[in-house]
């Protein structure tokens, strides 16, 4: 494509093509949609399921973590086994907690 003298390709007007090939296959989306029945998820469920996979992804994931801080403490010869389990499992559990508070705030998309 040609180039102007800035080295950058100018802008060229939207072709009537494309614009024709988006509409058909808006359309072709959507009667194939409607022919399998494809659904889109509830936002109710869909915030259910995030709520559920931060109360139960935060705490592993603080877990994991403490687990990993106590190994690498117990190393250089401390030993600390459950606390920084239980601190990080405790932090996750509020992380999980305000997340789905915050979460619940935004409310649903429309409402």
Do not use: C
Not at 23 to 45: H, I, K
Not at 67 to 83: H, R
Request: charged share 20%; hydrophobic share 40%.
């Amino acid at each position: 494509m040609a180039e102007d003298e800035n080295g950058e390709v100018p802008k060229l007007p939207p072709d009537a093509r494309l614009e024709s090939l988006d509409e058909r296959l808006d359309r072709l989306q959507q009667a194939e949609a409607r022919r399998t029945g494809v659904q889109q998820p509830s936002p109710g469920s869909r915030i259910a399921q995030q709520a559920f996979g931060h109360l139960i992804g935060a705490p592993v994931g603080g877990a994991v973590i403490g687990w990993g801080l106590d190994s690498l403490a117990g190393l250089f010869g401390y030993q600390t086994f459950p606390l920084f389990l239980l601190l990080m499992l405790f932090f996750g559990f509020g992380v999980g907690v305000r997340n789905v508070m915050r979460i619940t705030k935004t409310g649903t998309p429309g409402n």
